[in-house]
């Protein structure tokens, strides 16, 4: 009876039968069932330290904005901003956008909690600030001063060319010629470091001889008189002015357009007369430079070229 059965299910079994692994077999009526191959074996378990780390898209960003000096970050604007932040004996929280990045001065006492709420009320206006200092140093790396023969130097708003292996007469170390060109006493491979110092010590004769002229040229308007002047090399002042008529005036100003330099001029000057920034000097800087809001925008719009490359 049981081989009458076996060759019944023989007949009415299906002629194909799948595997395990998906693949279709022929067999003839009345083979024995096809045996299925064993699986292969698991591939081996990835260590845990690699099931630990978080896939490249969930990893940190770097911040967008980081201090050098960094030591607390937080999301601002959607951005994450590394700043320094320190402490002190003063009564509010104060903070700066600096070229170097976002500082952050609080009171002793204040939790962090408080100084990131105030961060963040001014969230858009940090983060316009940095955006703003990042491009300015990178127009700063970019105009860097190159010094060799030919080099060109932006010079009263145009363009000055240096000339080296030009004979000179006398001792004169630097001459400057009308058509825009500064001739230099040095071989045409001079080195780099010789050349920027040469270039350097006449352009603070020419500055000097610019200033004086121009601080005698508004002095009688705004009615004032100067007494001393001394050129600074400050690098986030463009100048200065004491109560006793010392003027102080950054020689990198020689790059600006002469119109630029005035607004300067003007505004020292106008400290003679008022010592803050209260709306009568800016009334009386007006009067003598009816546009001064333009020429200030455009020095701040237009930052001054590296001379060394400590100075990036």
């Known amino acids: 009876m049981a081989g009458v059965l076996q060759r019944a299910w023989d007949w009415l079994a299906p002629p194909e039968v799948p595997l395990v692994d998906g693949q279709l077999v022929k067999r003839q009526r009345g083979a024995p069932p096809a045996v299925a191959a064993p699986a292969p074996p698991a591939a081996p378990a990835a260590p845990a330290a690699l099931l630990l780390e978080p896939p490249p898209m969930l990893r940190a960003a770097p911040p967008?904005?980081?201090?050098?000096?960094?030591?607390?970050?937080?999301?601002?604007?959607?951005?994450?901003?590394?700043?320094?932040?320190?402490?002190s004996r003063r009564r509010s929280i104060g903070m700066t956008v600096r070229p170097e990045g976002l500082q952050v001065r609080a009171p002793l006492a204040t939790s962090l909690a408080a100084v990131e709420r105030?961060?963040?009320?001014?969230?858009?206006?940090?983060v316009r600030k940095l955006a703003e200092q990042q491009e300015r140093g990178r127009q700063l790396h970019s105009a860097r001063l190159q010094w060799t023969a030919q080099a060109e130097l932006p010079y009263l708003g145009a363009t000055l060319v240096l000339a080296l292996g030009v004979p000179?007469?006398?001792?004169?170390?630097?001459?400057f010629q009308s058509e825009g060109v500064l001739q230099l006493a040095l071989a045409t491979d001079a080195p780099a470091e010789q050349i920027r110092r040469r270039v350097h010590a006449w352009w603070l004769q020419a500055a000097r001889q610019h200033f004086t002229a121009r601080l005698d040229h508004f002095a009688p308007q705004l009615g004032v008189q100067w007494r001393s002047l001394g050129l600074s090399s400050a690098s986030t002042r463009w100048g200065s002015a004491r109560?006793?008529?010392?003027?102080?005036?950054?020689?990198?100003?020689?790059?600006?357009a002469p119109e630029i330099i005035d607004y300067v001029v003007v505004h020292e000057l106008s400290h003679l007369r008022h010592m803050d920034h209260s709306p009568r000097f800016w009334a009386t800087v007006g009067s003598v430079l009816p546009d001064?809001?333009?020429?200030?925008?455009?020095?701040?719009d237009q930052p001054a070229p590296a001379w060394a490359q400590d100075e990036l």
């Not at 105030?118 to 940090?126: E, M, N, P, S």
């Not at 000179?168 to 001459?175: I, S, T, Y």
């Open 118 to 126: 105030v961060l963040q009320g001014k969230a858009d206006w940090i």
């Open 168 to 175: 000179l007469p006398g001792r004169a170390a630097a001459q």
């Open 64 to 87: 967008a904005f980081q201090h050098p000096q960094a030591n607390q970050h937080v999301q601002l604007a959607g951005l994450a901003v590394g700043y320094r932040l320190e402490r």
């Open 292 to 300: 001064y809001r333009a020429l200030r925008q455009r020095l701040r």
């Open 243 to 256: 109560s006793d008529g010392a003027i102080r005036l950054n020689w990198r100003l020689l790059h600006y």
